[in-house]
């Protein structure tokens, strides 16, 4: 059932990702745009002329990027997707830590592996 949900997921995650296509394209034109201004901006030797084109350059790949914000928001949902499914494909049990008392003593020194010895028993029934 699990696998299916998965699959059903995924199909649908896909139908969407193919529906933002010009959004992603719009996205990426866009950061190349704004990347591209920002670096002739930050070169030495530039007249006013130079300056004014790759702010107006760098004006309109942002306004490109905020069009493209359905993009954006693809682009989080997978990656928090990715990031759920990885996660929760990873999670082991971790080992049961009995924390010790301050004062030294160990009062419940034989339930420290109670996990253990609980996953041992309901194995061999």
């Known amino acids: 059932m699990r696998l299916i949900l998965l699959i059903i997921f995924g199909l649908i995650l896909v139908s969407v990702g193919a529906s933002l296509l010009g959004p992603l394209i719009a996205l990426g034109i866009g950061a190349a745009l704004v990347y ?37 928001i693809f682009i989080g949902a997978v990656v928090a997707t990715v990031y759920f499914f990885s996660k929760r494909n990873s999670e082991k049990e971790a080992p049961v830590k009995n924390a010790a008392k301050p004062d030294g003593s160990d009062m419940f020194k034989e339930y420290e592996s109670f996990e253990a010895q609980w996953r041992e028993v309901s194995q061999r029934g």
């Open 36 to 72: 591209h201004a920002y670096k002739c901006l930050v070169r030495p030797n530039k007249n006013a002329f130079s300056i004014i084109w790759w702010i107006i350059v760098g004006t309109a790949g942002i306004s490109m990027i905020v069009g493209a914000l359905p993009g954006f």
